[in-house]
C-alpha cells in the first residue's frame, strides 16, 4: 500500500505535512487554522476523515496554532512531549492528549511514527519517521544543526519534507536585525540551503525518491 504525501502549508505562516495510506493519514503539526486544513484538504480531494492522529513537534505557534480547534472537532489524538506540552500554553482535551518519548514508536493503524530529537530553539524538538510496508518518509524541519540524530534518520528515507529555510546571502544582506540573522543561522535555528543539499547529497537513502523543500523563508530564499 503506497504513502501519499503532501504540504499543507510549510512556513513561518504556519506548518502542516500530511502522510497517509488508503485508510489512514496523520498530520505533523497543526499550524494553520482548521477552517484552512479543510478548504485545503477538499482542495487536494483527500478525506480528512482520514486523519486518525496529530504529531506536534515543538511549541512554536507556526506548529500549533490549529490544534486546539482541529482536535477537538474531529476528536483526534494528540501527541505531544511532556516539555512541549507545558511550554505550549495551549488549553486542550486531557482526553485526546498522547505523551510521547523520542525513538518509541506510536501506532496508527499500519502507520507507524518515530520521533527523534533535534537542534532548535524550542523546550524539547523533535522530528519524525513515518513508515508503512517498509516505505519511510521523513518530516525534517525546524533544524538548526545537522547533528547524528538528524544524519541517521535521514539515510533511512525514501521520501523527506527537509528544511531548506534560508540562502546565505539574502539572510547576510537581508533586513533583518542581527539578533534575528545570528538565531537563524545559529546552531537552533533553521538549515541553509546549502546545510540541505550537504545533508542530501551525502546521506540520502540510494532508494529516495522524493524531497520536498520545506519551510522556505519568504524574505531570505527563492524557490
Given at each position: 500500500?503506497?504513502?501519499y504525501?503532501?504540504?499543507?502549508n510549510?512556513?513561518?505562516?504556519?506548518?502542516?505535512?500530511?502522510?497517509?495510506?488508503n485508510?489512514?493519514?496523520?498530520?505533523?503539526?497543526?499550524?494553520?487554522?482548521?477552517?484552512?486544513?479543510?478548504?485545503?484538504?477538499?482542495r487536494?480531494?483527500l478525506?480528512?476523515?482520514?486523519?486518525?492522529?496529530?504529531?506536534?513537534?515543538?511549541?512554536?505557534?507556526?506548529?500549533t496554532?490549529?490544534?486546539q480547534?482541529?482536535?477537538?472537532?474531529?476528536?483526534l489524538?494528540?501527541?505531544?512531549t511532556?516539555?512541549?506540552?507545558?511550554?505550549?500554553?495551549?488549553?486542550?482535551?486531557e482526553?485526546l492528549?498522547?505523551?510521547?518519548?523520542?525513538?518509541a514508536?506510536?501506532i496508527?493503524?499500519?502507520i507507524?511514527?518515530?520521533?527523534?530529537?533535534?537542534?532548535?530553539?524550542?523546550?524539547?524538538?523533535?522530528?519524525f519517521?513515518?513508515?508503512?510496508n517498509?516505505?519511510?518518509?521523513g518530516?525534517?524541519?525546524d533544524?538548526?544543526?545537522?547533528?547524528e540524530?538528524?544524519i541517521?534518520?535521514?539515510?533511512?528515507?525514501?521520501a523527506?519534507f527537509?528544511?531548506?529555510?534560508y540562502?546565505?546571502?539574502?539572510?547576510?544582506?537581508?533586513?533583518?536585525?542581527?539578533y534575528?540573522k545570528?538565531?537563524?543561522?545559529?546552531d537552533?535555528?533553521?538549515?541553509?540551503?546549502?546545510?540541505a543539499?550537504?545533508?542530501?547529497i551525502?546521506h540520502?537513502?540510494?532508494?529516495?525518491?522524493?524531497?520536498?523543500?520545506?519551510?522556505?523563508s519568504?524574505?531570505?530564499?527563492?524557490?
Amino acid at each position: 500500500m503506497a504513502l501519499y504525501i503532501t504540504s499543507i502549508n510549510s512556513g513561518s505562516n504556519g506548518n502542516c505535512y500530511y502522510v497517509g495510506n488508503n485508510n489512514e493519514a496523520i498530520f505533523i503539526d497543526v499550524g494553520i487554522s482548521c477552517k484552512e486544513i479543510e478548504k485545503r484538504m477538499e482542495r487536494l480531494n483527500l478525506p480528512i476523515q482520514n486523519v486518525k492522529a496529530l504529531f506536534i513537534s515543538h511549541e512554536h505557534g507556526d506548529h500549533t496554532k490549529g490544534l486546539q480547534i482541529l482536535s477537538k472537532k474531529y476528536a483526534l489524538p494528540i501527541y505531544i512531549t511532556t516539555r512541549t506540552l507545558n511550554n505550549s500554553h495551549l488549553i486542550l482535551d486531557e482526553n485526546l492528549v498522547n505523551t510521547f518519548t523520542a525513538y518509541a514508536p506510536i501506532i496508527v493503524g499500519s502507520i507507524s511514527v518515530t520521533a527523534f530529537p533535534k537542534r532548535h530553539d524550542a523546550s524539547d524538538p523533535c522530528s519524525f519517521i513515518i513508515e508503512s510496508n517498509g516505505v519511510k518518509v521523513g518530516v525534517l524541519t525546524d533544524i538548526g544543526s545537522v547533528c547524528e540524530h538528524v544524519i541517521d534518520n535521514f539515510k533511512q528515507c525514501h521520501a523527506a519534507f527537509l528544511e531548506a529555510n534560508y540562502d546565505d546571502m539574502m539572510l547576510e544582506n537581508g533586513n533583518y536585525p542581527y539578533y534575528l540573522k545570528d538565531r537563524i543561522r545559529g546552531d537552533n535555528g533553521h538549515l541553509s540551503n546549502k546545510q540541505a543539499l550537504d545533508l542530501f547529497i551525502n546521506h540520502k537513502h540510494s532508494s529516495m525518491s522524493h524531497v520536498i523543500l520545506s519551510h522556505l523563508s519568504k524574505d531570505n530564499n527563492c524557490p
